[in-house]
């Protein structure tokens, strides 16, 4: 990994970050503290509203299932590129 400061996002450090096991667990890490922060925030604005029992209920349901199907496809995008970089590299 041969990033330099002046391009960080040329292919070939991108590539090289790609490669890398740190980077794949910093990115799904990231992608799930940025999906929980995300979906929270949402879920409290929603919930100041004083919604129903059965709202909230629906609104919790369909935050954590958007949540999940989030969480997995980036995971699966995360790991995706670290196999074809690994593969390619």
Known sequence: FNATAEE?????NVFARAQSTFFLV???LL???ALFHGFYGLRTIVF???PR???KKAV???LVAAGVALFL????AA????EFARVNG
């Open 8 to 12: 960080p996002i040329a292919w070939s």
């Open 26 to 28: 910093s990115y799904v």
């Open 31 to 33: 992608l799930g503290a």
């Open 48 to 50: 100041e509203l004083s």
């Open 53 to 55: 029992d059965g709202v």
């Open 60 to 62: 919790n349901g369909v």
């Open 73 to 76: 496809f980036g995971t699966w």
């Open 79 to 82: 790991w995706a590129s670290f």
